[in-house]
């Protein structure tokens, strides 16, 4: 359970800080990727990059998934996810950065977080 807290944690923030903060949205669920819109609080981001490729991260279920540039979908972590919300400060600059909490647990184990993670771009 630690291992794949910390895994979740680690593959967020280290995409984050290497995203685009103009093209890195928010959006409800992973169903409104296409159509939006997109919104301040959500169980899903799309995280745009200086490449130009997307890549889309999200619960889904009880599993947090990967969407890759093509379009593949990967579950990186099954069955233990019980919440993961991207989340907005309402402050002006709150689009250089992304917060994030997330609660996973196996029945027995809980673990949560709070993470805020900066934009290097």
């Known amino acids: 359970?630690?291992?794949?807290?910390?895994?979740?944690?680690?593959?967020l923030s280290n995409e984050i800080r290497s995203g685009s903060?103009?093209?890195?949205?928010?959006?409800?669920?992973?169903?409104?990727?296409?159509?939006?819109?997109?919104?301040q609080s959500g169980s899903c981001l799309k995280m745009g990059y200086p490449s130009g490729e997307?890549?889309?991260?999200?619960?889904g279920g009880e599993d947090?998934?990967?969407?890759?540039?093509?379009?593949?979908?990967?579950?990186?972590?099954?069955?233990?996810?019980d919440s993961l919300r991207f989340y907005y400060d309402n402050v002006s600059d709150s689009t250089r950065y992304i917060n994030f909490n997330?609660?996973?647990n196996n029945g027995n184990l809980n673990?949560?977080?709070?993470?805020?993670?900066?934009?290097?771009n």
Not at 1 to 11: F, K, V, Y
Not at 54 to 59: A, K, R, S, T, W
């Open 1 to 11: 359970l630690q291992r794949d807290h910390a895994l979740i944690i680690e593959l």
């Open 21 to 39: 903060s103009d093209s890195s949205f928010i959006y409800e669920d992973s169903s409104r990727v296409a159509t939006g819109p997109t919104v």
């Open 54 to 59: 997307d890549q889309v991260f999200y619960q």
């Open 64 to 81: 947090f998934v990967l969407i890759t540039p093509s379009g593949t979908k990967i579950r990186l972590v099954t069955g233990i996810v």
């Open 102 to 104: 997330l609660f996973v």
């Open 111 to 120: 673990l949560s977080s709070k993470n805020t993670v900066f934009f290097r």
